[in-house]
């Protein structure tokens, strides 16, 4: 879906932006038509015409530029979030598996507590847990589930940056 806006706003940006530089360069082809009337003037005109030619190809090679890395910032951003739909899965499979009480020699139960260990040791103990007998809810892998979102949403808000056109102000 960010993908899809990405292209769209980077369409419609280089549509408008072509369409600028067309009627720009229109109203000065104009007006060095019109100060070229006169020989004295024609170097003059011509080396306005050369000038703007090279500003033109400087500015389609940063457009280009700009369009790639917001490219790129898109693909980086999709990894990213499978990174995280995966974090995100395996902490709440964590916290089913302790709410449902699942045996702790079950392979599978030994499986999963390896994988999540390291995300979720930094919160082990953060908030008491609420529980009858094995059945537990782990407040704590719940408060780490939403760092979790938190910090997925400032790295795609990063990468969003970057992949947006810089304007001079």
Do not use: C, W
């Not at 369409?19 to 019109?34: C, L, P, T, Y």
């Not at 024609?42 to 030619?53: E, P, W």
């Amino acid at each position: 879906m960010e993908d899809t806006k990405l292209a769209i706003d980077e369409a419609d940006r280089a549509a408008r932006y072509q369409s600028v530089k067309g009627q720009a360069r229109d109203e000065m082809q104009e007006e060095v038509a019109r100060q070229t009337r006169g020989d004295a003037n024609r170097d003059r005109a011509a080396a306005i015409g050369s000038h703007l030619q090279e500003k033109a190809v400087t500015e389609i090679s940063e457009t280009e530029t700009e369009i790639e890395r917001g490219r790129m910032a898109a693909r980086v951003s999709q990894v990213v979030d499978y990174l995280f739909y995966l974090i995100y899965s395996v902490i709440g499979l964590e916290i089913l598996l302790e709410l449902l009480g699942a045996r702790e020699t079950s392979g599978f139960k030994h499986f999963i507590d390896a994988i999540t260990y390291p995300l979720l040791a930094p919160f082990q103990k953060l908030m008491p847990d609420v529980g009858s007998g094995r059945f537990e809810f782990k407040i704590s892998y719940v408060f780490a589930l939403f760092v979790y979102l938190l910090l997925h949403l400032a790295i795609n808000g990063l990468l969003r940056m970057l992949a947006h056109r810089k304007t001079a102000v």
